[in-house]
């Protein structure tokens, strides 16, 4: 058996707000709780070797997310979904453990869901006009980088992207850039304030839903 | 998820510790029990969930199948604003439910600079501030912790009083308030019932009279209200329930690892220390309790450190043996052992040097008074060669940071007390220079001092505080004492101390000073963040407080003291005694030597004190 280890794991409700370097020690502690012993690094100051792929935004949520991690003894991977969740806090779940055979970097796409709040319009119409803003072929925002604000262009990072009205709201479903680059969806709300401020939500929410390779195969 | 809160928490930092959702949190359907605590801490979360009281108090209450207890703390600045905009009221972490709704708020209240934050959760709440205001009995309003010593300062705020240690008070209160809502009591039934409970104190149902002067001429009680409230201990805490499945934060608290409460009080008497007097008798756990606690609480918990709590951890008789067995299981598994208040002794030392996981940046000495005459005065029992020869083990060791902690205005400092400290320093620096194994890396040598402030229950409870003035004084002069380079001087702010004496020593009157803070403004006090000391002086003198009659006035022996109903089982005429032998320089001998029967004894019934 291979010692690289990983888990597939979700996070909702209340656990959203769970930042990511707090989840690792969340996860730390869940492993130790639940009596399975992370392997750690040689060397001056221990750590436990996990990672988790794709940062994800405090706020939001996910089905999908992924972390590596290795055992000091082994363990038998069918147990350990149950084993952990029991182990985590609320509204984090973990739903499958293997051995991981691909590394994270091939993730290339993420299937994502989200809902645009408005306090005064009609969805039906509102979701009209979303769907024409993102039809455009380029939609270039001001955003913070590295060396200070930049323009850049969000619509390549964007594979596809489409919008429902709900009976308060409009629903969207995207596929979206995971990695180099890599397109926060909050993104996707920001382009409205900076360009289309009347189209802007009042409020937006996001979920992973799915992570893909560049090849549009799902990625484990 | 409240879908207001939900459009809040991504602009706010740090929302994890808004949300509740925790491993461990306590869940209960509420349909199916009779009594809903807001357990209120009047801090932030990050404080509030690294208090082992909180956490110990939350698991006893819930230990009570017809009690749901949820935590509740109060919000950061950021939070505050937001909620006030939104119009969401001060809710509870497990169900998010708004604290308006439940039968009873109960504070925990630590320090008195929280006490405008108790205010703020009170009106966060939408409750009246006032107990006067607020007729019915639900929700019923208490506070416990270690400022109940003297509540007079809330008095008018809180329903009633929790004195002293609450795994028993707590329930049978509870019990009290669950027949009261059954039977639709009104207040004033349950509160002169609830007074009854040895170590409830209802302030509204004590008179007090004052002189024209200002002070206090009688404290009256009524409606059967005993004339003193006795606090309340636990006796065998080895019996006592101890959570050893505590709450896990999802997000960085201040102390984040698995604390053990060695023992309660302290044998050791240093006159300046309320904690030292107000928490006794002595009561140790067993090493065998504490090892097995501690295991189990490490298995639930997954923390990767262990801390021992106490006041005075070298005086833990059984410290190797407990420290053995921690070790064993922490060890192998790299679970790391810290032992925080040990003594400047050899034997703490030999202690220090076993923990192979401590880690050798920095040593902390407590010795408060800068040369033996005052500390025999205040009965701080260090002696400066106690101080140099743990040192010389310490440089010898690696260490090459220490820091020494001082107080400024203690009762009979001289000047030359003062320029001892710098004294102190030199010494230290050059046993530095005499035994450091590797003197390429330099050394750090730190003074911090404070500003004493006499608190009650302790022998200087009838002190005057130095002035704002004298103390800066003081300050300068230690500053234009220190001449090595090594060596840096940091002062805490003598306001915030003047306003802290106020408020630890005042009467019912500077409440509405409080108030009037709280009404401009004033919240989170603890932080100075938010502290404005103009805030403070201003609101005693719209109010008619005068902070210099409360802090700076040495009061008469014989003169009623604000907090004399309530007895924490020290004598007065023990305080008075060793009050007067600082006066002589005059130390006492530690408990274990001498007992000096200062009352605290006869609260015990089945066991005998430190056995």
Known sequence: ?220 | MDKRLERILPRVQKPARYTGGEYNQIIKDKSKVELRVAFCFPDTYEIGMSNLGMSILYHTMNSLDYVWCERVFAPWGDMYEEMKKAGIPLYALESGDSTAEFDALAFSIGYEMAYTTVLDMLDMSGLPLRTADRPSLLPIVMAGGTAAVNAEPMAPFIDLFLVGEGEELDNEVLALLRIAKREGWTKHEFLTRAAQIGGVYVPSLYDIAYHEDGTVASITPKDGAPARVTKRIVEDLDASPFPTKPIVPSTEVVHDRVSLELFRGCVRGCRFCQAGYVYRPIRAKKPETLVRQGIETLKNTGYQDVTLLSLSTSDYRPLPALCDGLLEYCEPRSIGLSLPSLRADNFSMEIMEKLQKVRKSGLTFAVEGGSQRLRDAINKNVTEEDLLNTCRIAFEGGWNSVKLYYMLGLPTETDDDVRGIAEMANQVLHCWRMYAKNKNRGVKITISTSCFIPKPHSPFQWEAQVSVEEYLRRVNLLRSSITAKNVTYNWHDAETSLIEAVLSRGDRRVADAIELVWRRGGRLDAWSDYFSVERWMQAFADTGVDPNFYALRERPVDEVLPWDMIDVGVRKAHLVKEREKCYSSELSPDCRHQCAACGAARLLKEIRCDE
Request: charged share 30%.
């Open chain 1, 1 to 220: 058996m291979s010692d690289k280890l990983r888990l597939r794991f979700s996070k909702t409700g209340r656990a959203v707000y769970i930042s990511h370097l707090d989840l690792m020690q969340t996860m730390q502690r869940a492993f130790s709780r639940a009596g399975c012993a992370l392997k750690y690094s040689e060397g001056f100051n221990p750590h436990p070797l996990i990672s988790i792929a794709l940062p994800l935004s405090v706020g939001a949520a996910s089905l999908c997310e992924l972390m590596d991690f290795r055992l000091r003894e082994e363990a038998e991977l069918s147990e350990l979904p149950a084993r952990l969740t029991a182990a985590l806090p609320e509204g984090v779940e973990v739903l499958e453990a293997y051995e991981a055979e691909r590394k994270c970097a091939e993730i290339k796409w993420l299937e994502i869901e989200g809902r645009f709040e408005y306090d005064n319009c009609d969805p039906a119409a509102m979701a009209e006009k979303l769907r024409e803003f993102f039809a455009q072929d380029s939609i270039v925002i001001t955003k913070k980088t590295k060396r200070g604000m930049g323009e850049s262009d969000i619509r390549p990072a964007i594979r596809s992207i489409g919008f429902e009205p709900t009976a308060d709201a409009v629903s969207l479903k995207a596929l979206i850039s995971a990695q180099e680059p890599t397109l926060n969806p909050e993104l996707l709300a920001e382009s409205l304030r900076q360009l289309r401020p009347e189209l802007a939500p009042d409020f937006a929410k996001f979920i992973r839903v799915e992570t893909f390779d560049k090849d549009m195969n799902l990625f484990r």
